[in-house]
């Protein structure tokens, strides 16, 4: 019963729905009929206005009607007539209230029907997007124009006119001025162009006009031959941005298709910040090798396609270790690059001591001459042709009492051609003041026994072993006073001594022989200064970065300070008076040997009694800028060991700045930037490999123009210490810095 019910439902509910149906149906029928076609009749004889809706209308020629267009599309063909009708065709509709069927009297044009009813018009058709109404073309005949006034056939039978189109082409270059065209543009990016204009300037935008809606793949393929994107040297095409090609998605309007391009190589590089895609690029790597270092940028990525070989990179920089010689890579440059490769620098040893068997290496021979010995040392080394070497030469032992002072010909830093150097000497003096370290010599000691030698209690000197005579070395020893005395002679014990005989040659280290006194006679005295013994104190390690060394001469204390690299081993102080007041000054490792430093020093000495600034300073006969400190006067000595120093150049505002120090001082700098103030003062920054900024560590010394109207010497204030500049040779001034 439920089932039967809902059935019934059901079949009510598709009554009314007919019903609704046919009711919308009728007032659409009737809406038509009252926008039926009506107008002005005129005939060729007699006119007939006829008004109305929903009729026929007849325009009449002589009692009959030319031409009859009907309200209802679907009215009967009359007697005598011929059925005209036209068909939009599948691109395109009828324009809004136009006729498309009428009758016309058989035997008639399309003209004659014109004329009768010059308000009878050939319907219009809106082509769709994409196509342009080209006319007419009834069966079987060609295409007429749209409104049919190359149609002059008469007409005997029914006919239809079916629209013709013609599809507008997808891509014009030229605007159109058509609403159903909108504008894209093509961009080449960095790395190429669409060629070059007739002025040889390249083309790097493209636009064109495109259908609205036309896929984008379309459109590629109507541009392909248009847009071609053409690499730059060391370019190649990569994509289109958006992607085009075979794309789907339709065009809007205003779209920039951007044609991206790839280098061939990218490099050199840095492998730890750029990593682009394995895919598409192989992977050189540049290494090192044993003896040597590469620049962090020492990656190529080369581009898959095409065909490149080594000569399209330029390698990264090499820097070898001291006393090794980059010669090459161990691919030669013509390899090809079709997988990943590792390229490893090579070297050769620039000084060896076995020979090599290798052309690019000259020989070089010492020899000692005059009966003397190689202590140690090589003799013979081969060394790479005209290139920089620091040779360690062998150490020479002359014959007693003469020294070695060097070869001939002079030792050079590079070498072209086999040589042979040949020693030189020199006898040495007697009688030395200064320990020498000299095995040669041996110690003596005058010692004064109450009184004095000068300002002090004994003096050394250093006589040769087997050939200095007393006579000879007391005259090197002023003789010593004493208050109330008379210096007398020399004994050799201080207690039951017998006098050194003038003839005495001395064999033996380290002999003492002691002054001897008689009585002065007369009423007068002999006030003696106090005596001043030499006690020199040092000390080792002040902080982590500095070492400070001091001696004491005359009550006055002398300070050197030095990293622990440039006073290379020394503990002590050595400081010597003359008599002219000048000061010599050396350092002594911890078994009193002479050393030379490897690095800047500074030394602070007491300024002299009785001078005032402004005055001069001298180091080695060349006046030298130099600071005032706490009552001392300061300044930086070079090194005296053979050491390299390493030297750069800067320039701003067209003035140069030149610094250079040690390798140690310069803590890893491999470059400077010169920095001017606006004061006019110049600074230097130090950069390490990787381009970040370092200190000194320790002295670095720079050589900067002569500040604008200032004249060597003169006086500044540097760092709250006044400082007096002196002049170099060639018009700058030059000093020594500690850079933070």
Known sequence: MEAKSRRFQYWKRIQAGILFFVFLFGALFMGSAQHAFATERVGREEVTRVDGRGRDVAI????EDIVIVPSDPNTSVPEGYVRVSFNKGSYGNFGE???????????????????ANPALVIPTVKANTKYIHKGWRPEGFKVYKTDLSDYTMAINGNIQFQAQYEEKPVVVEDDPKDTDYVKV????????????????????????????????????????????????????????????????????????FEAKFKKIVIGPVNPEE??????????????KGEHGTVAQANTFYVLKKGKNTLTSLIAPAIIPEDGWKFTGWDKIDTTEINQNLTITAQYKQKVVTEDPKDKDYVKVDFSAEEDAIFETGSITFWIFKNEIIRLTTPIV???????????????????????????????????IEEHSNDADYIRVTFHANGGRIGTVGTKDVWVLKGIAKFSDVKKKVTDPIKTGSTFKEWKDALTNGTKVPEDKVFNTDGETFYAVYMKSIGSGSVISPPLILNTPKFFTLKDEANIRLEDEKQGKI???????EALNGAVKLDIAVD??????????????????????????????????????????????????????????????????????????????????GTKEALNGAVSIKLEKKQSGAFVFHLYDAAGKEVSSNGYVFVEVPIPEGKKAPYRLRVSGVPTTFEETAH???SFAIYIK
Not at 279 to 286: D, L
Request: glycine share 10%.
């Open 60 to 63: 009449r020629e002589g009692g």
């Open 97 to 115: 209230g136009k006729q498309f069927i009428f009758f016309i009297l058989k035997g008639k044009t399309i003209a004659d029907a014109k004329a």
């Open 185 to 256: 543009a093509f961009k080449a990016l960095e790395g190429g162009s669409f060629g070059q204009d007739s002025s040889n300037n390249s083309i790097k935008t493209k636009e064109f006009y495109v259908i609205k809606g036309t896929r984008r793949g379309l459109l590629y393929i109507n541009v392909k031959n248009k847009a071609v994107p053409i690499p730059d040297q060391g370019y190649a095409f990569n994509v289109w941005d958006p992607v085009i090609v075979d794309e789907m998605n339709r065009i809007q309007g205003g779209e920039v």
């Open 274 to 287: 750029i990593n682009p895609d394995d895919m598409k690029y192989w992977t050189v790597n540049y290494v």
């Open 397 to 431: 032992k002359g014959k007693t009492g003469w020294t070695f002072i060097g070869w001939d010909p002079a030792v050079k830093t590079s070498y072209s051609e086999d040589t042979t150097h040949k020693a030189r000497y020199v006898q040495k003096p007697v009688i």
């Open 558 to 564: 002398y300070i050197a300070e030095g990293t622990k």
């Open 579 to 660: 008599e002219q007041g000048k000061i010599h000054i050396n350092f002594l490792d911890k078994d009193g040997n002479f050393v030379k430093t490897k690095g800047a020093v500074k030394l602070i000495m007491p300024i002299k009694e009785g001078l005032e600034a402004p005055y001069r300073v001298k180091v080695n006969g060349v006046y030298t800028t130099y600071g005032e400190e706490n009552g001392c006067y300061s300044i930086v000595l070079r090194p005296t060991a053979d050491v390299e120093m390493i030297r750069f150049t800067d320039t701003v505002d067209k003035q140069e700045g030149i610094l250079e």
């Open 731 to 733: 018009g700058t001034i």
